[in-house]
């Protein structure tokens, strides 16, 4: 069992730079993957970035690369987004995951947190 904790989010303006963290606990081998996903009301969950967290993968929505990174503390216990020249277009609420096997962006992944909301409005 996997448990997640998403912090961080909140309200910034066009241009800024937000930084996620999920604090993971439970089973290392269960989170072996581990992802951001975003989801706006009505929409369905998108994958935002992952990573493979034994070899140090990372995977991107390639319309995001390049203003957001993915990385993972050294403890493997938090995993963080950061997120820079923050658009309104990606205002949603903002979800960790771990899977033990899928270290892809589809939304298949075994745990999930409760999520965060970023709000990027001017």
């Known amino acids: 069992q996997v448990h997640l904790v998403e912090s961080g989010g909140g309200s910034v303006q066009p241009g800024g730079s937000l930084r996620l963290s999920c604090v993971a606990s439970g089973d290392t081998v269960s989170r072996d993957c581990m992802a951001w996903f975003r989801q706006t009301p009505g929409n369905e969950r998108e994958g935002v970035a992952s990573l493979y967290t034994t070899r140090g993968i990372t995977y991107y929505d390639d319309s995001l690369k390049g203003r957001f990174t993915i990385s993972l503390d050294n403890d493997g216990k938090t995993l963080w987004l950061q997120m820079d020249n923050l658009e309104p277009d990606d205002t949603a609420m903002y979800y960790c995951?771990?899977?033990?096997?899928?270290?892809?962006?589809?939304?298949?992944?075994?745990?999930w947190g409760q999520g965060t909301q970023v709000t990027v409005s001017s």
């Open positions: 995951a771990a899977d033990p096997d899928h270290c892809g962006l589809r939304p298949q992944y075994k745990f």
